[in-house]
């Protein structure tokens, strides 16, 4: 297992965050987060983080210093090390249109309307 930043928690290769020996249950939001998440408290302050940002910090090299991760299978719940990956806005805009996640809006033409 490898540790979150400087806190108390740890995560392992299968997407699991633990604290103090003990399986954390990440948190699926009904109020519009799309991806499970867990609270950390650190130095007495709690903070939002999503478990699959954890993962690819701890476990996933990012030497060209990529911004967003990635669910390769398209399932925003699988977690696990293999499933994830660093990319930029446009390469994560494009494999979610690949896979069907995201529809691109249609420009009709006006002849096509008429």
Not at 17 to 33: A, E, T, V
Not at 51 to 60: S, T, Y
Not at 87 to 114: F, M, S, W
Request: charged share 30%; hydrophobic share 25%.
């Amino acid at each position: 297992m490898i540790r979150f930043r400087d806190t108390n928690y740890y995560v392992d290769y299968d997407g699991s965050l633990y604290r103090n020996n003990k399986r954390l249950k990440p948190i699926k939001d009904k109020n519009g987060r799309r991806y499970f998440y867990v609270s950390i408290y650190h130095n007495g302050t709690q903070k939002i983080h999503s478990v699959h940002r954890i993962i690819a910090e701890c476990l996933i090299p990012n030497p060209e210093n990529k911004k967003q991760v990635n669910h390769i299978n398209g399932d925003r719940y699988d977690n696990r090390v293999q499933n994830l990956e660093w990319c930029n806005q446009k390469e994560n805009q494009t494999h979610a249109y690949k896979l069907g996640l995201q529809v691109p809006k249609r420009k009709y033409d006006i002849q096509q309307v008429i």
